[in-house]
């Protein structure tokens, strides 16, 4: 999904989005496609693209705006998206990502009229990290990562939940 990203740390994957188990129509199959199964924002429960079936997709989320720099040792990306604005409060969801050599700052932004919203990041069990958010709640839950056909495995999922419209999740490593 847009502005979804996965993340590696001296070669071992820490942050992932669900995979792919099934190609099966099946509600699996639609929750594996979903915005909720990747490293990004969820506004009001909607997937950002309308995905139809097992395989087709509707209204795209198109990318908007995108830019990058280095910043002293830091490496920075930032970008938007539209695919909520066919929802009532025409929300646009913006991004800006800046890495460093000890972690990863996200910035998420709406842009919009909304009632619920829900950053999630997929963390695989034995990450060697610590998190915190800023103008936000986190909070971890249980759930699946499928790096290959018909393969399942335990992870956890963050799940941030903005108190404000600019909210922050960092990520920190040694």
């Given at each position: ?65 995108v830019s990058w720099g280095r910043d002293g040792a ?101």
């Amino acid at each position: 999904d847009t502005l979804s990203f996965e993340l590696s740390l001296r070669g071992q994957r820490v942050l992932v989005n669900a995979g792919t188990s099934t190609y099966e129509v099946s509600a699996e199959r639609l929750r594996q496609r979903g915005t909720a199964a990747h490293n990004t924002v969820v506004v009001d429960g909607v997937d950002s693209s309308e995905v139809w079936s097992s395989f087709r997709v509707a209204r795209r989320a198109r990318p908007l705006v995108v830019s990058w720099g280095r910043d002293g040792a830091a490496l920075w990306l930032s970008a938007g998206h539209e695919g909520y604005r066919r929802l009532p409060g025409k929300v646009i969801h913006r991004r800006r990502w800046r890495l460093d050599p000890h972690g990863l700052v996200v910035e998420d932004v709406l842009e919009g009229r909304y009632t619920s919203a829900e950053a999630r990041f997929h963390v695989l069990r034995g990450s060697e990290f610590t998190w915190t958010v800023e103008r936000a709640s986190g909070r971890l839950a249980a759930a699946t990562w499928h790096p290959r056909f018909g393969q399942s495995i335990a992870c956890e999922v963050l799940s941030v939940t903005p108190a404000a419209l600019v909210w922050t999740t960092r990520f920190r490593w040694e």
